[in-house]
Antibody, heavy 118, light 107 residues
Framework: EVQLLESGGGLVQPGGSLRLSCAASGFTFSSYAMTWVRQAPGKGLEWVSTISGSGGSTNYADSVKGRFTISRDNSKNTLYLQMNGLRAEDTAVYFC???????????WGQGALVTVSS | EIVLTQSPATLSLSPGERATLSCRASHNVSPYLAWYQQKPGQAPRLLIYDASNRATGIPARFSGSGSGTDFTLTISSLEPEDFAVYYCQQRSNWPYTFGQGTKLEIK
């Protein structure tokens, strides 16, 4: 059974940093791209970033480019999202998801809440 | 950036009725469009990918159609558990984008 478990969310001040983790199990982690999608309170879904199975290729939404870094440790079956320079508008639930084929998201974690506020 | 516009914003129907949800893209995305279902407090669930392929474990009452810029999700006969928010998503071009969602509520 595929399981994805996010951790690392919390309250952070504007300009601060936070690192999210997503522990994966139930599939061959290194064989699949992984992604982060976020959802601001009461709002819709926003794609944030995707990383290839090897970690050699990454893509970012313009809204986070230069501030967020996606990475993975295939030896630990773990996906990361390093978030720097956080802004109030980054407040959201962050979901990690396994990528089906090129770019659909077939399994999702339960989400980690990130709140950026002073 | 490709903009996806979903309609209607809210759809009020009764169990047993047929639901038709629309997603219109600002540019051709065919066939790279997916549909997701999200219930309150839960993660989204992939229903349909590549416009018309049901994801693993998705009931046959869910179907997707369309091409080019116009796509439709149809639920043939609504079950109580189908009332939720539905999102479309395109993977034709970076950045991947989602529609704003259609809320399917019980009438």
């Amino acid at each position: 059974e595929v399981q994805l478990l996010e951790s690392g969310g919390g309250l952070v001040q504007p300009g601060g940093s936070l690192r999210l983790s997503c522990a994966a199990s139930g599939f061959t982690f290194s064989s699949y791209a992984m992604t982060w999608v976020r959802q601001a309170p009461g709002k819709g879904l926003e794609w944030v970033s995707t990383i290839s199975g090897s970690g050699g290729s990454t893509n970012y939404a313009d809204s986070v480019k230069g501030r967020f870094t996606i990475s993975r440790d295939n030896s630990k079956n773990t996906l990361y999202l390093q978030m720097n320079g956080l802004r109030a508008e980054d407040t959201a639930v962050y979901f990690c998801a396994k990528v089906l084929g090129p770019s659909y998201f077939d399994y999702w974690g339960q989400g980690a809440l990130v709140t950026v506020s002073s | 950036e490709i903009v996806l516009t979903q309609s209607p914003a809210t759809l009020s129907l009764s169990p047993g009725e047929r639901a038709t949800l629309s997603c219109r893209a600002s540019h051709n995305v065919s066939p790279y469009l997916a549909w997701y279902q999200q219930k309150p407090g839960q993660a989204p669930r992939l229903l349909i990918y590549d416009a018309s392929n049901r994801a693993t474990g998705i009931p046959a009452r869910f179907s997707g159609s369309g091409s080019g810029t116009d796509f439709t999700l149809t639920i043939s006969s609504l079950e109580p558990e189908d009332f939720a928010v539905y999102y479309c998503q395109q993977r034709s071009n970076w950045p991947y984008t989602f529609g704003q969602g259609t809320k399917l509520e019980i009438k």
